[in-house]
Nanobody
């Protein structure tokens, strides 16, 4: 059974950077569409970005407009780990961040389309 475990959350100040990790067990992360979602208190879980294999060891990424240019997803398939690098963090980035994976070949932006989920890690941006 595929399991995802996130790590790396914490409390940072506006403008700081933070990197989250998502380690996959029970399957190969390289074969999955991997995505990050976030959920603020009282809000729905929303798409942050995704990474999709397009051939060989090449992946494409796409991001929500609110994080484009500030967040980046990368992979280390040897470690079965996916990363979310977050730069120039803003208070509105405060949320629980979830890693998600799915064996489909597409890169959906809706939470319902992902089969595997981590437990979430809290990111708080505050001065």
């Amino acid at each position: 059974q595929v399991q995802l475990v996130e790590s790396g959350g914490g409390l940072v100040r506006p403008g700081d950077s933070l990197s989250l990790s998502c380690t996959v067990s029970g399957g190969s992360s390289g074969r999955l569409v991997m995505a990050w979602f976030r959920q603020a208190p009282g809000m729905e879980r929303v798409f942050v970005g995704s990474s999709t294999r397009i051939g060989g060891n090449v992946y494409s990424t796409n991001y929500h407009e609110s994080v484009k240019g500030r967040f980046a997803i990368s992979r280390n398939n040897a470690k079965n780990t996916v990363y979310l690098e977050m730069n120039n963090l803003k208070p509105e980035d405060t949320a629980v961040y979830y890693c998600a994976g799915d064996p489909s070949s597409s890169a959906p932006r809706t939470a319902e389309d992902y089969a595997y989920w981590g437990q979430g890690t809290q990111v708080t941006v505050s001065s």
